[in-house]
């Protein structure tokens, strides 16, 4: 048998395989950021198709960390319910699922949260209008809600919570020197950057003890202009690490990074899979915990490979199992034709446009 279906354990959650369902923005939340029968359709599909772990969209854990429209929410306890019917669907599936909680800061949808972002510093050139710079009890504020949340996602059945500390989102920007330009205890070298991190799980593991699964989704690199870079991201690891983080999903780039970012498009060759396996291959040398590899992977040779050669212990993918939710089921068949998946992220065209994401091609056969 593949090793990638072997059954493994993060902190007391058990997993039939290796792979993960890595979260994307699904656009499928109600208005107000509640849980919708779509929603919940494509987590027990996702189960249905053997995905070991599911990971959700993310879920903003303060109203003014909202990023886009029909975004998940996790900030009041009204959500619960509509979180539990997710969590119970997927568990009659077999399936296990965490919830990843998540803060836009800077990159906040200012007409949703109707005020004006906030993040690390009041820096320009990123957006066309202002930004704020967060006080102390503003951030005080943020590790308190990240803490609250993780306490719903436990209530409403979730398996474990995922920390978004990526993308260039609020906890990726306090670890980035390009948006991070504090002089306080949360600015300047990395020990600081990494500081409201530090917080952000110890209030977590306040609320759910620590026999609860808490992962995070990092950036290797933010792929901009003196923004993190791959030596301070390990930096970083390390010290969640030692703070008791569970398991690190290794990722990279911003949402205004460009063309600096890897090509996510037109990953139709094994040599454009696995963008970031080098820098997984680094966090290896250093840090001794679970690690999930995103990025580009579409054929099950290479997820092999990355496995079978200790470079990653967990194959997460978003795209591919847009198009093909039953994916991994087709795998374990036997049948290890590579995903069908074309990179050309067409599915988010529907999202945007208010109907929930879904792949273009498969659906309206569009090419």
């Known amino acids: 048998m593949s090793k990638l279906f072997e059954s493994t354990e993060i902190n007391g959650m058990v997993l039939k395989n290796r792979f993960v369902r890595s979260a994307t923005w699904e656009g499928m939340a109600a208005e107000d950021g509640?849980?919708?029968p779509k929603l919940v359709g494509m987590m027990r599909k996702l189960a249905e198709g053997k995905v070991g772990l599911i990971i959700t969209s993310h879920a903003y854990v303060q109203k003014n960390g909202q990023a886009g429209?029909?975004?998940?929410?996790?900030y009041k306890d009204e959500y619960i319910p509509g979180l539990r019917e997710m969590t119970d669907r997927v568990h009659e599936k077999g399936g296990k699922i965490v919830i990843q909680l998540a803060h836009a800061g800077f990159?906040?949808?200012p007409k949703l949260i109707g005020a004006t972002p906030a993040g690390p510093s009041a820096v320009t050139g990123f957006t066309k209008t202002p930004r704020l710079e967060m006080t102390d009890q503003n951030i005080q504020d943020v590790v308190k809600a990240f803490g609250l949340a993780a306490e719903r996602a436990q209530k409403a059945g979730f398996d474990g919570v995922q920390i978004h500390a990526a993308h260039g989102y609020l906890l990726s920007q306090f670890l980035?020197?390009?948006?991070?330009?504090?002089?306080?205890?949360?600015g300047g070298n990395i020990e600081n950057r990494v500081m409201i991190l530090k917080e952000v799980l110890g209030r977590i593991r306040k609320h759910v003890g620590i026999n609860y699964p808490v992962l995070i989704k990092m950036n290797s690199r933010d792929f901009l202009d003196n923004g993190?870079?791959?030596e301070d991201s390990i930096q970083a690891a390390k010290t969640l690490a030692v703070e008791g983080i569970d398991a690190i999903e290794l990722s990279g780039g911003t949402?205004?990074?460009g063309d600096h970012n890897p090509s996510r498009t037109g990953i139709l060759s094994e040599n454009k899979e696995a963008y970031f396996k080098d820098a997984a291959i680094a966090f290896r040398k250093n840090i001794d915990r679970p690690l999930i590899l995103v990025g580009g992977i579409r054929s099950f040779h290479l997820a092999e490979e990355i496995v079978n050669n200790n470079i990653a212990d967990y194959i997460s993918m978003s795209r591919p199992l847009i198009r093909e939710p039953d994916l991994i089921r087709r795998w374990e068949s036997g049948d290890r034709m590579k995903a069908t998946c074309l990179s050309d992220s067409k599915c988010f065209e529907p999202a945007l446009?208010?109907?929930g994401i879904y792949c273009v091609i498969e659906k309206e056969g569009r090419e």
Do not use: H, M
């Not at 429209?69 to 996790?74: E, V």
């Not at 980035?176 to 949360?186: L, V, W």
């Open 34 to 36: 509640s849980c919708t």
């Open 69 to 74: 429209p029909w975004q998940l929410a996790i």
């Open 107 to 109: 990159f906040a949808n």
């Open 176 to 186: 980035s020197p390009a948006f991070n330009k504090r002089e306080d205890r949360y």
């Open 228 to 230: 993190l870079e791959l």
């Open 255 to 257: 949402l205004v990074s």
């Open 353 to 355: 446009g208010g109907k």
